[in-house]
């Protein structure tokens, strides 16, 4: 029999304390949007939703960062990393430092119905009124 222990393993939840099971776990979160919530003990202090840039380890000089345009998460500024599956089979993380968190979910899609307040990168009021006036070289004036 072997002394060393076994590897750990996990089934839809768990508590995660190696940086190379963190980054694999987070690896399908990027290049997708989804919301955050940082909490300070039992405070919610900022939330929002952003774009996965970058998902890394083993980078001291890469800080791990949570905005509306970008996010990337280092790792290393983590204790470890508590997931859970919910029902709609998306995953929950949170990413625990002492008393702060942050928790890290997928966007879902929203239905047909509810799309005017889906958020949108782009959107334009096509009932609203808009002239554009283009001038050629020709009606320059000089």
Do not use: C
Not at 66 to 76: K, Q, S
């Amino acid at each position: 029999m072997t002394s060393e222990p076994p590897a750990k393993f996990f089934v839809n939840s768990g508590l995660v304390t190696s940086r190379t099971d963190i980054r694999h776990l987070l690896r399908p979160t990027l290049k997708q949007t989804v919301a955050y919530r940082y909490y300070r003990g039992r405070e919610l202090v900022a939330h929002g939703m952003g774009w996965v840039e970058r998902v890394v380890a083993d980078e001291p000089e890469t800080s791990t960062y949570f905005t509306p345009i970008a996010i990337t998460i280092n790792v290393d500024s983590f204790e470890h990393l508590e997931f859970e599956t919910r029902p709609d089979q998306l995953i929950v993380y949170t990413l625990v430092q002492g008393d702060e968190r942050v928790v890290v979910e997928f966007v879902p899609s929203a239905p047909a119905e509810h799309l005017e307040t889906a958020p949108r990168q782009l959107g334009i009021d096509d009932g609203a009124f808009v002239q554009l006036e283009l001038l050629g070289l020709e009606g320059a004036e000089e």
